[in-house]
């Protein structure tokens, strides 16, 4: 997996995160500063606003005004906003990633495409 396809499959994890959080909270009132933040995070994941430059401020909102909600955020995308948002992910979770994020470049140079969930599964214990 190169990094335009690893681009596209956290892009599609925004897009799943994005559309579940939407559903979540239509029930919220209109104004209310979670709904306001869920449809923020839904214009990003559309395409509109600077992902790098957004998508760590958005995750910090809701990680420290909302972390009750934070859980149902993809870990994924943490490690792929990286900077502050690693300070959400314990150091044994952040090596994780790291050995993840080699085999994923490891394969791409081989000319392979890394399954992601599958690597990560297998290399998090999760099979």
């Not at 994005?18 to 923020?40: F, I, M, V, Y």
């Not at 994780?96 to 214990?125: F, H, I, P, V």
Request: with cysteine; proline share 5%.
């Amino acid at each position: 997996m190169d990094d335009k396809q690893y681009a596209r499959y956290c892009q599609q994890l925004l897009v799943e995160f994005a559309n579940t959080t939407e559903k979540r909270l239509e029930h919220l009132p209109e104004g209310d500063s979670l709904k306001e933040l869920g449809a923020r995070f839904k214009a990003l994941a559309e395409g509109n606003g600077d992902l790098y430059a957004d998508g760590p401020t958005l995750v910090s909102r809701l990680f420290t005004t909302y972390p009750d909600f934070a859980p149902a955020f993809p870990r994924d995308l943490l490690w792929f906003f990286g900077g502050e948002c690693l300070h959400y992910m314990p150091d044994e979770e952040i090596a994780a990633y790291q050995k993840l994020d080699d085999m994923r470049l490891a394969a791409a140079g081989r000319g392979e495409t890394l399954n992601m969930r599958e690597a990560k599964a297998s290399l998090m214990g999760l099979q």
